[in-house]
């Protein structure tokens, strides 16, 4: 009998051992499906911020690029300026303006167009690039506006210059500048009103 005991445990124990194993077995490749979805989502992962990563990359680069055209150009054209060259400042200006720059970019090569377009008597071509650089800047600031208003006046265009400086002494109101602005642009509007 008591072989026949230790038979039946003996049984039991590998029934329960088989049983294990079986078990195991199945967690095994449970665990190998896992590890291999866990695996592959990594990946994806991976190459998506890799990808992103890479367009962050582009984009700083670009904006780089930008930067420095912008910065050349201004200095070209200071140079060409500095040589008393108007005509090479203002190509060089101009051709860039047709590369298309970025709106940050625009408003000082722009005003700067305005300034020699003033300075050679072209008032008309000078109120056109102010107002340009004006809606490059996306605001109103004084100098364009006083640009406008100048070259306006020059022109003999006294309705528009009068509202120009108008707005003018607005803007140095709510953006304090030098304290005699606002007189200048009230005088102007008087003597352009006929007014002594």
Request: charged share 25%; no cysteine.
């Given at each position: ?5 230790l ?55 670009k ?108 803007l ?21 009103e006929?007014?002594?």
């Amino acid at each position: 009998m008591n072989s026949q005991k230790l038979q039946d445990e003996s049984n039991i124990v590998n029934f329960k051992a088989d049983n294990v194993q079986g078990r195991f077995r199945l967690g095994k490749r449970k665990l190998v499906a896992l590890l291999s979805i866990v695996l592959i989502v990594l990946i994806v992962i991976g190459v998506f911020l890799w990808s992103k990563n890479e367009s962050n990359i582009a984009a700083n680069n670009k904006k780089n690029a930008d930067k420095l055209a912008y910065e050349s150009t201004l200095k070209q054209a200071k140079s060409y300026e500095s040589a008393l060259n108007l005509a090479g400042e203002s190509k060089v200006l101009q051709d860039y303006l047709k590369t298309n720059p970025p709106k940050q970019y625009q408003y000082t090569p722009l005003m700067d167009l305005a300034s020699i377009a003033y300075n050679q008597r072209k008032d008309a071509l000078a109120i056109s690039y102010y107002k340009k650089a004006e809606t490059a800047s996306g605001k109103i600031q004084e100098y364009d506006v006083v640009g406008i208003a100048v070259a306006a006046q020059a022109e003999g265009d006294k309705k528009t210059a009068i509202s120009y400086y108008k707005k003018a002494i607005k803007l140095t109101q709510v953006q304090p500048g030098v304290a005699n602005s606002i007189d200048d642009y009230k005088s102007a509007i008087d003597y352009l009103e006929g007014k002594p």
